[in-house]
């Protein structure tokens, strides 16, 4: 074996062992610093570095030897030795003496590199970074090198990439798997990475005095967030005028990389300073604060290798403000947690069983609860009896099928009040994980232990309105059928009434006719009967409109003290004569003096003569009718198996009863409720017996009028009685009544 050959197998195996150094770390970091570490060793050189291609900009991730940009630099590309060059033609760019290179005479403060050499990390043909070496020797990088730095960075490409891919999937999955615990305040990190930067910049150019300033929110004044030196208390008190002030001025020149900018007379004169270097801070196109460095009067002023260093420290600076404001507007743009404590809707993170994990002060308000965190309690706890069955359906709903529901259910305060809310529940992916699709085939979310939000809704109003909604919709509904009813009524009223006015009428022109053109012996009886049916028809008109003015409630009383016996016997004797034509024993019970009744006389004589015509119309030739009258004491003496109509109210008090009783058809017990109604014609009527079904309507309502009430007693066959009750204003003595 040559010297040359085995020259070139040692060669082979130093690379064999980099990318195998490369490829053992576990982490993108880990990879980065290995491949850093490993490109120094492989060839001569000053220092390695690592960088990651971002748009237009080279971000250091990793360096090796002294001769290396600063880690976390971001630099414009064409600012990378020839860096253009090897990324525009995917291959290695050497610059074998800076001195003799144009481009490179533009870059400040790279003095001390004198070779470089930089290969694209290709992925495919797609560059993802570059890999920089330096040297201080010219020439340093000859065609052996440049040859062995492509074969590393072919093989370190893809390390690099699968790392950070790797590292890219962890941080997501640490993300979905610790999704609530609080994320490092993100402007606590900018502060200390701030000092950092700034303490770095004081120790490595060795100034006197190092500060960073940021623009307040306003933009109108710089206030210092970190200064190094040994007045950085007093500068750390410094807030500036952001126009007219040094930090001014330096925004004002931002264009032209930050020059030193003169002095803040107060400032600078107050700390001694005459001397600074001053480089804007740009996050984005804005401007958003400076990084200077100061000395001391009569200090030396700053060399070409100071700029370039404080130009990298402004980068670095500069990019730790514009990660903290990405971050701050991806993740902080809303205070959530802000949101869920101050929601005016009750909140809650539950479990599939009902688990509280966590609360809002809105829901334990609502539960009017003291203790304002009400997790690891249940939430069947908190409802009301009867109403968890139906919670736990939903529930298991809502898990299992991933899609929203509303259940409205009770919930019981700890002072036992009940109140209504409407709970609507929604699975809680960014807690319980989203859906893996990946998951075996056919399992749910459910199953895996799903995590639910809840939000409770105080409805009590609303379901008290509703609940009076329903109550007028039915009151609606009852009046509408009464309306209906009674347009039925007057329908029939119409057509009943009508008929029966004619019948009488017919009467009357049949007779007149007859009283002129009829036998002149006959002429009595003629005018007798259009004198009988006139009185009917006129009792007929006057039923209606007592029924009417009943209906309008106009009806006005007039009662006077009576002698009900006189108008018994009144009544019955404009009957005799008919129930003596009609072959009737029509006989009056009443004897001796009844106590005086508060009544209408034209009532009372209107009801007896409906009762004792009706007595007549429905008892057959050879039966009798008869009336009685009687004082009792209490109420329901003579009527505990009557069928009852009018007021029942008069509870024990002494009352006069009127009973018309009859041998008659009788009515049957089913149309016993009935009669008294309106229009009302039972079934033993015959086309004889004309009426109108007034009659008891008018007896009924009068005597309500009157409070009292009618009860009525019948049988099929053998009769009826109808009792009229009427109330004594006064107690009276027992007098034997007459039967
Ligand atoms: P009408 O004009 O039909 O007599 P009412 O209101 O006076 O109207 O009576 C209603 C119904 O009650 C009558 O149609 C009849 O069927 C029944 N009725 C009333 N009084 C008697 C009675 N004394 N005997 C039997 N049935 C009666």
New binding site residues.
């Given amino acids: 074996m040559s010297t040359e050959q085995s020259h070139q197998g040692d060669q082979d195996k130093q690379l064999l062992a980099a990318v195998d150094q490369i490829n053992l770390a576990d982490d993108f970091q880990g990879a980065l610093v290995a491949l850093a570490t490993e490109a120094g060793r492989l060839l001569a050189c000053d220092g390695t570095s690592v960088m990651w291609l971002n748009g237009d900009e080279l971000e250091v991730l990793a360096n090796h030897g002294e001769l290396a940009p600063l880690s976390g630099l971001s630099l414009p590309v064409s600012q990378v030795g020839a860096a253009r060059t090897a990324l525009d033609g995917n291959r290695p760019a050497v610059v074998s003496d800076t001195v003799e290179d144009l481009h490179w005479r533009c870059i400040p403060g790279e003095e001390r590199v004198r070779a470089w050499l930089g290969v694209p990390l290709l992925l495919g043909d797609r560059a993802i970074g570059l890999l920089e070496w330096t040297a201080r020797e010219p020439g340093q990088f000859g065609d052996d090198a440049v040859e062995r730095a492509a074969i590393l960075t072919r093989y370190a490409a893809p390390i690099l990439y699968r790392t950070q891919l790797l590292d890219d999937s962890r941080r997501h999955l640490r993300e979905l798997l610790q999704p609530r615990q609080a994320k490092p305040a993100q402007t606590q990190d900018m502060g200390a990475a701030l000092r950092k930067v700034t303490r770095e910049a004081l120790d490595s150019t060795g100034a006197e005095h190092a500060f960073t300033f940021l623009k307040e929110e306003e933009g109108l004044r710089l206030r210092c967030v970190a200064a190094a030196g040994p007045q950085h208390q007093e500068l750390r008190k410094v807030i500036l005028r952001s126009d007219g002030s040094f930090g001014g001025l330096a925004a004002a020149r931002s264009t032209d990389r930050g020059g030193a900018g003169p002095a803040d007379g107060e400032v600078m004169a107050a700390l001694g300073i005459t001397n600074a270097l001053i480089l804007p801070l740009r996050a984005g196109k804005e401007q958003v604060g400076m990084i200077g460095v100061a000395g001391p009067r009569g200090g030396r002023s700053f060399d070409q290798g100071t700029i370039r260093l404080m130009t990298h420290l402004a980068s670095q600076a500069s990019l730790i403000v514009e990660r903290a404001r990405q971050s701050k507007t991806a993740s902080d743009g809303y205070d959530y947690e802000a949101v869920f404590q101050s929601s005016p809707l009750g909140l809650c993170v539950l479990t599939i069983t009902g688990d509280i994990q966590a609360c809002n002060p809105a829901l334990a308000g609502l539960l009017s609860r003291a203790d304002r965190n009400l997790a690891g309690h249940n939430l069947s706890d908190f409802l009301a009896s009867g109403d968890w069955q139906r919670l736990v359906r939903a529930l298991e709903e809502v898990a299992f099928s991933g899609q929203r529901q509303q259940v409205d259910t009770r919930i019981q305060s700890a002072q036992g009040e009940q109140r209504h809310v409407r709970l609507t529940l929604a699975p809680a992916p960014s807690l319980a994980g989203p859906p893996r699709k990946a998951q075996v085939a056919g399992q749910r979310q459910g199953e895996m232990g799903a995590t639910l939000v809840a939000v409770l809704e105080d409805i009590t109003s609303l379901k008290i309105l509703e609940q009076e909604r329903v109550e007028h919709l039915r009151e609606l509904r009852e009046k509408h059928q009464q309306l209906q009813d009674l347009d039925q009524l007057r329908t029939r009223f119409v057509s009943n009434v009508s008929h029966e006015l004619r019948t009488p009428l017919a009467v009357i022109k049949l007779y007149a006719t007859l009283a002129r053109k009829g036998r002149p012996e006959k002429q009595t009886f003629y005018l007798q009967t259009i004198e009988q049916e006139t009185h009917r028809l006129e009792t007929m008109v006057e039923n209606i409109l007592d029924l009417t003015r009943i209906d309008r409630q106009t009806l006005r009383l007039h009662p006077e003290s009576l002698a009900a016996e006189e108008i018994i016997a009144q009544v019955l004797g404009v009957y005799q004569e008919t129930a003596e034509k009609h072959g009737i024993e029509l006989t009056n019970h009443v004897q001796g003096n009844l106590p005086r009744l508060l009544a209408d006389k034209n009532d009372l004589i209107q009801m007896l003569t409906?009762?004792v015509?009706?007595?007549l119309?429905?008892?057959p030739r050879g039966g009798q009718v008869w009336v009685a009258a009687r004082e009792i004491g209490t109420i329901g003496q003579a009527s505990q198996t009557g069928q009852t109509a009018g007021d029942q109210g008069s509870g024990g008090r002494p009352m006069l009863e009127i009973a018309?009783g009859?041998t008659?058809?009788?009515?049957a017990d089913d149309?016993q409720e009935h009669?008294?109604e309106r229009f009302?014609?039972?079934?033993?009527?015959t086309p004889e017996?004309?009426?109108?079904?007034?009659?008891?309507?008018?007896?009924q309502e009068l005597m309500a009028h009157h409070g009292g009430r009618v009860i009525l007693k019948?049988q099929v066959g053998r009769?009826?009685i109808?009792i009229l009750q009427f109330p004594l204003a006064q107690p009276i003595d027992t007098s034997p009544s007459p039967e």
Avoid at 680 to 685: I, K, T
């Fill in positions: 409906n009762l015509d009706n007595a119309k429905y008892t018309v009859d008659g058809a009788g009515i149309e009669i008294f009302y014609r039972g079934r033993n009527n017996r004309s009426g109108t079904g007034l009659g008891l309507a008018i007896v019948s009769g009826s109808f």
